[in-house]
């Protein structure tokens, strides 16, 4: 970093040979209103990145490597093996007593034709001489570089520390905290291939320290925030650059999961939820069952949707505890400017069902729909249920008492326990497409209209809702007050989204003077699926394509829709 006689600081890129036409070509993800000079008016450098290894060299066959910093001195040769290389190193040490020398070999399974590297890098705080670390490139088109460090131990020998093997260049090393001793930055190499083909995967960034021989994970230490922070932002940086990574999974799993050890979990993965590809390839099957691996039988592996995946795989590494499952979706966090999160819902839309207020004394009842999804579980919508913990349902006019067992306000989504088992299950199927005939089924208007249910017709006339919302599917069906929470299906039987609200006709007359008609939304079940499969809920796949004459769909609906009163 720089000042310059005006009083600008800059950023120093260079040098560089060439036309400033030439450097800004060359220079990758230069943001396009970078103003770029030659420098001559630069007047003190005030700020320059340090490095924290102290000596460096390449290590070739046949050619030693010499490196020397205070208190050491190495020599390193690299000798062949029957199987990889070994590195030969000799060394002193500096005492009260006068020169410790010592001797050691690492061997690498590592093909032995690539050029290493030999560093002396202060890594142990628990000891007075910098660490000796050595690296080993296999080759390959993506793959792996092998580091390990020799470490001096309290008696005076020395260790053979494994650092573990990385992705391309492997490890790199940085003083995060500024105390003198170096972290170990690597990266999760289990996100590659996860959710994206190799170029298109995010790998989040993992902090190591090195005590002794052994490596500890303190990615999550609070004292190490703004490097997770710096990477977070480095990400979105990118993405900025390249809008269309806003919508690739690869990049969306890393980003959340970054955001999620950086503290900005919650925002990152309502932002995801709004902007994944549902139709991936690129996603993990599941057993239903417990079974061994690999012994999983047909019937019972599936393919859960994006979000459930990586929820699983945030658990299954470390980055979410197993009770916090619900968590990012219901403890949404005002997002950072730089990773603005889409309005779900716009002031133009509002639910089929009115939205109770906060309990109050003698409030009137607020209803809704709801569907068994399980022989005692009921989905409905969150604004159905919101400010009750028991509410009562109705099976085909048989009242029922049930209690709210999970809630997730950010996609408008509860599940309800039901005291009164179902007879009949909802059969779910995601990936509508646009322009299938769909139809939707629930309570509206209770008091008014009929009290056996209401039966609509429609299309799917969009895949996502106002300003481009993911989640949610646009429907020509007519939905009234109270329809919210109900089943959407399709022409098998199956169901294929949530009810969740209608177009405000009178609000968008007065913008665009004209009466909108039969702009309705529904929750895509993906989605649902999704909240679900969070709350350990297995539902029924939607597996049936025979196309069913309405009056059957409708009875269909009709055996596992219930009636919803909350009375706060």
Not at 475 to 487: D, E, L
Request: charged share 15%.
């Amino acid at each position: 970093m720089t000042l310059a006689n005006n009083g600008w600081y800059a950023v120093m890129l260079g040098p560089r040979q060439g036309s400033l036409d030439q450097a800004r070509k060359n220079v990758v993800l230069l943001p396009a209103d970078a103003l770029l000079s030659r420098g001559k008016g630069y007047v003190a450098t005030v700020w320059r990145p340090s490095s924290p290894i102290l000596a460096s060299a390449t290590l070739n066959q046949g050619s030693p490597a010499h490196l020397a910093t205070a208190g050491l001195v190495v020599s390193v040769v690299r000798e062949s093996a029957s199987s990889g290389w070994i590195a030969h190193i000799r060394g002193a040490t500096r005492s009260p007593t006068g020169p410790r020398t010592f001797e050691a070999r690492v061997h690498f399974d590592a093909a032995a034709a690539y050029p290493s590297s030999v560093k002396l890098v202060e890594l142990d705080s628990s000891n007075q001489t910098p660490e000796i670390v050595l690296d080993s490139y296999s080759g390959g088109a993506h793959c792996c570089t092998s580091t390990a460090a020799l470490v001096e131990q309290y008696d005076s020998s020395w260790r053979t520390v494994d650092l573990g093997t990385g992705d391309g260049e492997g490890i790199n090393f940085e003083d995060v905290n500024g105390d003198g001793v170096s972290e170990i930055i690597t990266y999760d190499d289990s996100f590659l291939y996860a959710f994206s083909d190799y170029a298109s995967s995010i790998s989040p960034i993992k902090i190591g320290t090195l005590t002794g021989s052994v490596v500890t994970d303190i990615t999550h230490r609070s004292d190490l925030r703004h490097r997770l922070i710096q990477s977070l932002r480095g990400l979105e940086f990118i993405a900025k650059q390249s809008p269309s990574l806003w919508s690739e999974n690869g990049f969306l799993a890393g980003w959340v999961a970054t955001a999620t050890v950086a503290g900005e979990g919650a925002a990152a993965w309502s932002r995801m939820l709004s902007n994944y590809q549902p139709d991936s390839i690129f996603l993990p099957t599941y057993c239903r069952i417990e079974a061994p691996e690999g012994q999983c039988p047909e019937d019972q592996r599936y393919t859960p949707p994006f979000p459930e995946a990586l929820r699983r795989h945030l658990i299954a590494h470390g980055y979410l505890e197993a009770e916090q499952v619900s968590a990012p979706a219901q403890t949404a966090q005002a997002p950072p400017a730089s990773a603005t999160v889409p309005t779900p819902q716009s002031t133009a839309a509002e639910p089929a069902a009115v939205s109770p207020k906060p309990p109050e004394k003698n409030a009137e009842a607020v209803s809704g729909t709801g569907f068994y999804v399980t022989r005692d579980r009921i989905l409905t919508n969150a604004h159905v249920v919101e400010g009750c913990e028991a509410v009562t349902t109705a099976l085909e006019g048989h009242p029922a008492t049930g209690r709210v067992a999970a809630r997730d306000t950010t996609n408008d989504l509860a599940l309800i326990e039901a005291a009164q088992p179902a007879t009949a299950v909802a059969r779910m199927r995601t990936g509508i497409r646009l322009g299938e005939d769909v139809a939707a089924f629930g309570y509206p208007l209770r008091g008014v209209l009929a009290s056996t249910g209401n039966f609509t017709r429609g299309t799917v006339t969009a895949t996502a809702g106002l300003n481009d919302d993911s989640r949610h599917l646009q429907i020509s069906a007519p939905v009234q007050p109270g329809n919210s929470g109900g089943p959407l299906l399709d022409e098998s039987g199956n169901v294929v989204g949530v009810i969740v609200a209608k177009l405000n006709a009178l609000k968008v007359a007065i913008v665009t003077a004209d009466i909108p008609q039969n702009i309705n939304f529904a929750i895509k079940a993906s989605i649902a699926q999704s909240f679900l499969e969070s709350n350990n809920v297995t539902t029924t796949p939607g597996s049936q394509t025979t196309p069913m004459k309405p009056a059957d769909i409708a009875a269909m609906a009709q055996s596992f829709s219930v009636a919803i009163e909350c009375s706060p």
